[in-house]
């Protein structure tokens, strides 16, 4: 359970959520929801009232250089949508 959740991810539209108790992670593509919500729980003493998952899939980008075609891939990850309970809050920046 301690390596579930890897990052939280930071947009213009996750800011305006977080303001109704709605948070985003990038988290282990392998975890369920269950386990998710307990981490979260754990880790920042909540109460998780709601988890809503997705998977993205790595995309195959190519770029054209003088020695040729240069081809790869960018990263699958899975991001879990978090919404708490009323009242509950994460500071996931509190020294700013």
Known sequence: ????????IVTEKVANLQEK???AFEVDPKA????IAKAVEKKFSVTV????TMNYHGKT??????RGRFV????HFKK???TLKSGDKIEL???I
């Not at 301690?2 to 939280?8: K, N, V």
């Not at 369920?32 to 386990?35: C, F, L, S, T």
């Open 1 to 8: 359970m301690i390596g579930i959740i890897y990052r939280p």
């Open 21 to 23: 108790g709605v948070y």
């Open 32 to 35: 369920n929801k269950i386990e």
């Open 49 to 52: 009232i709601n988890v809503r």
């Open 61 to 66: 980008k190519a770029q054209m250089t003088r």
């Open 72 to 75: 790869g891939t960018t990263s």
């Open 80 to 82: 879990a949508i978090v």
């Open 93 to 95: 920046f509190a020294n």
